[in-house]
């Protein structure tokens, strides 16, 4: 339910910055973009703290869009069942915010926007989590899934951001210690939930050191 919830919000908002500017559906950046994605100095000098999440929920034209929606419906399939939904919904914004961190560190000036650092987090949680469970995630689908878009986002950092996709994996593969850990590890359950919520913590606390300190 969670994964298709927040699938539906993506698609609104895709379809309200369609009827704001039709170009939008192409790709083209529009005022929405202005208005929502994630920039420093846009954040800095209006104290506009929400772009660190509008900007996840915001794409760049519908083959964005549905290249990051495909995904988190694959990753959500096999992750919400196995975590619960407030778990998965903890991980997701844990890697969201991830994602952002990453884009303030590394590409402050740029204009970003898009699902994927919350993708690549629910990516970088089930690599972890395939590893902890005794599984070689280089072998499976999972991992070839992970390095062949890490591997992509460095080909096409012109035109992808490595912060984002680099920032969201490290986040969700954080959580993964917490949330994916075996039985065997004793790890409590209020941990799991703690552990999410505390990545969500420092990386706002980090995004905020970042744009405070340029």
Known sequence: ?????????????????????????????????????????????????????????????IIHLGFNMYLLYLLGQMLEPTLGRVRFLLVYFASLLGGSMGVLLLEPDALTAGASGAVFGLMGLAFVGSYLHGANPLNTSIGTLLMMNLFL???????????????????GAVCALFVMAPAHRGVPRWATYLAPAAVIFLCVAISVASVNGA
């Open 1 to 61: 339910m969670v994964t298709m919830v927040i699938i539906a919000i993506n698609v609104v908002v895709f379809l309200y910055a369609a009827v704001r500017d039709s170009s939008s559906i192409a790709g083209q950046f529009t005022q929405v973009h202005i208005d929502l994605a994630l920039n420093e100095r846009l954040v800095a000098n209006g104290n506009e703290w929400y772009r660190l999440v509008t900007s996840g929920f915001l794409h760049y034209g």
């Open 153 to 171: 986002t460095f080909m096409l950092r012109d035109r992808i951001s490595v912060g984002g996709h680099v920032g969201g994996a490290i986040a």
